[in-house]
C-alpha cells in the first residue's frame, strides 16, 4: 500500500491527540425516565475529533481504568459533525449495552473539540 509521508504524519499525530486526551470524569450523569443512573467510574470515556478540508472523523474509546483495555472503540467519518456525533455515540452505547455495561460517562462534542495551542 502507497502512502504518503504527509498521511503517515497526520496519523500519528492524531493518534498522539487521542493519547494525550484524557477527558476529564466531572460531567453530570445521565438522567433516563426521571432517574439518574450512578456513573460507573470502572471505565472511563475518550476520544476525538479531527476535521480537515470540511471531511471530519469522530473516534470514541471506552477503556478499562484497572486493566487499560480497550473496551469498545468506534469511529465514524463524514462532512456535518452535529450528525456524526449523534452517531458515534449511538454506537458506543449499544456496543456498552451489549456487553452489560452501563453509566460511562462519554465525552461531549464540546470535549472534543481541539484545544491544542496553534504553530
Same mark, same amino acid.
Given at each position: ?46 476520544? *476525538? ?12 474509546? @471506552? #477503556?478499562?481504568? *484497572? ?13 456535518? @459533525? ?18 452489560? #455495561? ?18
Amino acid at each position: 500500500m502507497n502512502r504518503s509521508f504527509s498521511k503517515i504524519r497526520h496519523i500519528q499525530e492524531s493518534n498522539l491527540r487521542l493519547e494525550k486526551r484524557m477527558l476529564s470524569e466531572q460531567v453530570n450523569p445521565p438522567v433516563t425516565s426521571g432517574t439518574t443512573v450512578q456513573p460507573n467510574t470502572q471505565y472511563m470515556g475518550v476520544g *476525538t475529533k479531527f476535521c480537515f478540508y470540511g471531511s471530519c472523523r469522530i473516534d470514541i474509546k @471506552v #477503556i478499562d481504568k *484497572t486493566s487499560s483495555q480497550i473496551i469498545t472503540s468506534k469511529g465514524a467519518e463524514g462532512v456535518d @459533525v452535529n450528525q456524526l456525533y449523534p452517531q458515534v455515540i449511538k454506537l458506543v452505547q449499544d456496543d456498552l449495552l451489549s456487553k452489560k #455495561i452501563t453509566g460511562v460517562t462519554l465525552p461531549t462534542l464540546q470535549q472534543l473539540e481541539d484545544t491544542s495551542p496553534k504553530n
